[in-house]
Structures are given as structure tokens and as C-alpha cells.
């Protein structure tokens, strides 16, 4: 079974600052790579997924993701953090027949002004 | 606009009652699912359903069940309520075949 590890619980930046935040799985084969964003008392809003072909992909809000095959990772980074950037933030991997996403644990961004 | 809802989005019941929380969607998506969500495990998956009359049992599903009757509506209920089962609790939809997820809102649920 596939598993998903978000090091980071908890990231504070200034805004304007730079972020990346770490995701790394755990399965056999590529799978299929996503990274949603949870704003408080909200839903899950998907920034951008990864299935193939180039492996850095671009999402909204100016979120971009890059897929490290050799490191099982897929790193979400923003050149510019903003104070509506603060939320939580989801890493999931959808893999094998089942269609369900496994989540890491998420991890917190705060934006200091 | 097709969308996917969740009631109610709060909801607070007592140990040993039954709950059934809804979750109804327009996408017309055949995949759907149930997640909770607590502190420090992130979204753990409940319950799946692949079309109507198909349900499937996700790492979490004791103390759980789904049904199917149409293609729009996975209500799932809570047997008996146990306090370690207060969480949020999402529902989500897909289309066949795609690993990508759409969320509903959440219901907050707290069983004292």
C-alpha cells in the first residue's frame, strides 16, 4: 500500500518570502501525485496534480509542484508567499485500482506580515 | 453550476445514537467517497463507492456504513456513536476511472 509523509507539521514565512513544502510517498511504481490546499473551516481545493509527462507542473494561486522520481518526492514551492496563502496543506497520491487518494498528515503554513 | 454538498455542517449527538451524514452530488460522477479528517493524520478514507449498489470499506470503516441507491447520493451513517468518532467529516466524487477528487464543504461532527 502506498504512504505519503509531509515532514513539515507546521511553516511560518514572511510574506513575500519563498516556500516549499515537502512531500514524499512510498510506492512501487509512479503514481498519481496531487496537492490540495484546505483554507480554515473550508473544503479541499485542489492546487495541481501530477500523472505524467513534464515533472515540474504548474497550479493556481501561482503554486507549482515538481516530481523527483529518484527521490519519491514532489515538493510543492511558491516564489512569492501571500498572507491568503495561509492554510493547510494537503499532499496525495492516488495509486492501483482503488480510486481513493492517501493523504499525508498536512502540513500548516502561517504568513507573517 | 454542478457541485457537491454535505449536510448538516455541524452536528452534535450523543454516544449510542445513529447519525446518518449526507453527502449529495451534481457532478455525475460514478466515484465517491467518504474521508475523516483529524489532528495529525490528515484525511483517512471511510468508506468508497465505484457506481450505484457499490460500496467498499476504506482503513477506518468500523463503526460505519454506505449505501448506494443512485448515482448522486452516498449518505453515510454512523451506527452507533462513539466519542473517538468526532471529526470532520468529507465527502468526495470522481469521475470514472480519474484519481481526481472533488470535496464537499465537510460536516463537523461532535459526539459527546
Known amino acids: 500500500a502506498q504512504s505519503v509523509t509531509q515532514p513539515d507539521i507546521h511553516i511560518t514565512v514572511s510574506e513575500g518570502a519563498s516556500l516549499e513544502l515537502r512531500c514524499n510517498y512510498s510506492y512501487g511504481a509512479t503514481p498519481y501525485l496531487f496537492w490540495y490546499v484546505q483554507s480554515p473551516g473550508q473544503g479541499l481545493q485542489l492546487l495541481l496534480k501530477y500523472f505524467s509527462g513534464d515533472t515540474l507542473v504548474q497550479g493556481i494561486k501561482g503554486f507549482e509542484a515538481e516530481f523527483k522520481r529518484s527521490q519519491s518526492s514532489f515538493n510543492l514551492r511558491k516564489p512569492s508567499v501571500h498572507w491568503s496563502d495561509a492554510a493547510e496543506y494537503f499532499c496525495a497520491v492516488g495509486a492501483g485500482g482503488r480510486r481513493a487518494l492517501t493523504f499525508g498528515s498536512g502540513t500548516r503554513l502561517q504568513v507573517q506580515p | 453550476d454542478a457541485e457537491i454538498t454535505q449536510s448538516p455542517r455541524h452536528k452534535i449527538t450523543e454516544t449510542g445514537r445513529q447519525v446518518t451524514l449526507a453527502c449529495h452530488q451534481t457532478?455525475?460522477?460514478?466515484?465517491m467517497f467518504w474521508y475523516r479528517q483529524d489532528l495529525g493524520h490528515g484525511l483517512r478514507l471511510i468508506h468508497y463507492?465505484?457506481?450505484?449498489?457499490?460500496?467498499n470499506k476504506g482503513e477506518v470503516s468500523d463503526g460505519y456504513s454506505v449505501s448506494r441507491s443512485n448515482t448522486e447520493d452516498l449518505p453515510l451513517t454512523l451506527e452507533s456513536a462513539a466519542s473517538s468518532q468526532t471529526s470532520v467529516y468529507f465527502c468526495?466524487?470522481?469521475?470514472?476511472?480519474?484519481?481526481?477528487?472533488?470535496f464537499g464543504p465537510g460536516t463537523r461532527l461532535t459526539v459527546t
Open positions: 463507492s465505484y457506481g450505484v449498489q457499490d460500496t
Open positions: 468526495a466524487s470522481s469521475v470514472q476511472q480519474n484519481y481526481e477528487q472533488y
Open positions: 457532478w455525475n460522477h460514478n466515484n
